[in-house]
Every structure is written in C-alpha cells, then in structure tokens.
Nanobody, 126 residues
Framework: QVQVVESGGGSVQAGGSLRLSCEAS????????MGWFRQAPGKEREFVAA????????YYADSVKGRFTISRSYAKNTAFLQMNNLKPEDTAIYYC???????????????????WGQGTQVTVSS
C-alpha cells in the first residue's frame, strides 16, 4: 500500500505564494507519476498539475500555467507544487495523488490515480 501525505497549505493574500509538499511512502520502489488536484466548495475536483516518474514531463491546467510549478525529489519520493501570484479563485482543498507507472494516459483524470492524500486547505483572500 502507498500512503500519500500533503503539507504546506495555509492562508495568503492575493499575489502571495505557497509551496505544497507531498510525500509518498510504502511501495516506493515502484514508479509513480504524481499529480495535484483541487476542489472548491460546491465544485468538482479539478486537475491542477502532474509530473511524470522521470520528471521530464510536466502538465498544467490552463488556469495555473505560468503561476504554478510542479517538481519532484526522488530521494524522498516527494512532489512539490510552487504556487505564485495566487488568486482568490485558487482557494480550495488541494489533493496530491500518485498514479502507477511513468505517466497516466489521461493525466488530468482523477480516476487515473490510485493513491490519494487527505488534502490540504489553501485560502487566498482578496
């Protein structure tokens, strides 16, 4: 079993920055792509960003391109989401997820990811 734990959420003013971390533990000898999703109150969970196992491929939702950066550290099987120029519409619970393999075929689909964290709250005030 793989456990996924997020950290780094919080409250910031618009224009500020936050860095989320996600650590996967357990069967980490296998290959996992890592992704970030978010869910705002009353809305469906939406894709934010993903990174392949090799780290050579990254994917972003249009709404965060140019503001968010996903990266990973293999030493601790950890993924990061650097969020800059945050906007009130970025307010949501952010979830980290791991997908077995190099990168899922449907990279922005929640069903492609087998292991999920509990989520961390990000609140951006205007």
């Amino acid at each position: 079993q793989v456990q996924v734990v997020e950290s780094g959420g919080g409250s910031v003013q618009a224009g500020g920055s936050l860095r989320l971390s996600c650590e996967a533990s357990g069967r980490t000898y296998e290959t996992y792509a890592m992704g970030w999703f978010r869910q705002a109150p009353g809305k469906e969970r939406e894709f934010v960003a993903a990174i392949s196992w090799s780290g050579g491929d990254t994917y972003y939702a249009d709404s965060v391109k140019g503001r968010f950066t996903i990266s990973r550290s293999y030493a601790k099987n950890t993924a990061f989401l650097q969020m800059n120029n945050l906007k009130p519409e970025d307010t949501a619970i952010y979830y980290c997820a791991a997908a077995e393999g190099q990168i899922p075929e449907g990279v922005n689909g929640p069903s492609e990811y087998q292991h999920w964290g509990q989520g961390t709250q990000v609140t951006v005030s205007s």
